[in-house]
């Protein structure tokens, strides 16, 4: 049988089999004469989308009731996730009651996240609140929270300290509700509750019209 033949009878399977070499070749061809892809030469976390210095930041909640506020010197957020990372801020968390006063805190940074529901405050945290009406002013000292400044709650499984008036709390691990004044320490658990002051004793009654008074001293009246 001639060549001819042979390709005429098979004509479809030849043209498939050439038409998969063209292509192959095409490909290597391609990857011969192609450049080299290009290396990125950047080190680092990922860029971000912005960077702010000297900053004021509101949160509000789903109602419009603010839910925090912070200061900082330095502010970025993310590109991938939206997300801010803070130095050293000065946070604010309102209680949105009337007659009573904000918690304001210190830590050494902060993360929140796109939606602003989820508070990281991480290496030292400081917080404090005055006084008000018939409470105490209080103080707490911890480190590594997480907060959902939206709902006034936190956690931490580090120590923490609190104090209101001369009363202390001690403990590894919290969890506390600001808005119920709910708190739980986990472990290690110490506190100092000393007795309240006693109400003074009320006044004596100033003596009515005719009423007798002990004479003062010993002697017999003449």
Do not use: C
């Not at 005055?130 to 956690?155: G, I, L, Y």
């Not at 499984?157 to 320490?185: C, I, S, Y």
Request: aromatic share 10%; glycine share 10%; net charge neutral.
């Amino acid at each position: 049988m001639s060549l001819r033949s042979y390709l005429r009878d098979r004509g479809l399977p030849v043209a498939i089999v050439l038409i998969g070499l063209a292509t192959g070749g095409a490909q290597l061809l391609y990857w011969w004469l192609a450049p080299a892809p290009k290396v990125s030469e950047f080190v680092g976390p990922p860029r971000s989308g912005y960077t702010l210095t000297n900053f004021q930041l509101w949160s509000y909640d789903v109602d419009g009731l603010p839910s925090f506020e912070m200061v900082a010197p330095h502010l970025e957020r993310r590109e991938n996730d939206e997300s801010l990372y803070i130095n050293t801020p000065d946070f604010t968390l309102p209680s949105n009651e009337a007659g009573v006063p904000p918690w304001l805190g210190k830590s050494l940074y902060a993360w929140v996240d796109k939606s602003g529901t989820l508070l990281k405050l991480q290496g030292p945290v400081y917080m404090h609140r005055a006084a008000f009406a018939q409470t105490d002013a209080a103080e707490m000292h911890t480190s590594d929270v997480t907060a959902w400044p939206k709902e006034n709650r936190m956690v931490t499984d580090a120590p923490a300290h609190m104090k209101q008036g001369a009363r202390t709390l001690n403990g590894v691990g919290m969890r506390a509700n600001l808005n119920t004044n709910h708190l739980e320490l986990f472990d290690e658990v110490t506190g100092s509750f000393p007795p309240r002051p006693k109400k003074s004793q009320a006044a004596p009654r100033p003596a009515g019209p005719g009423t007798a008074h002990p004479a003062a001293g010993t002697g017999q009246a003449g």
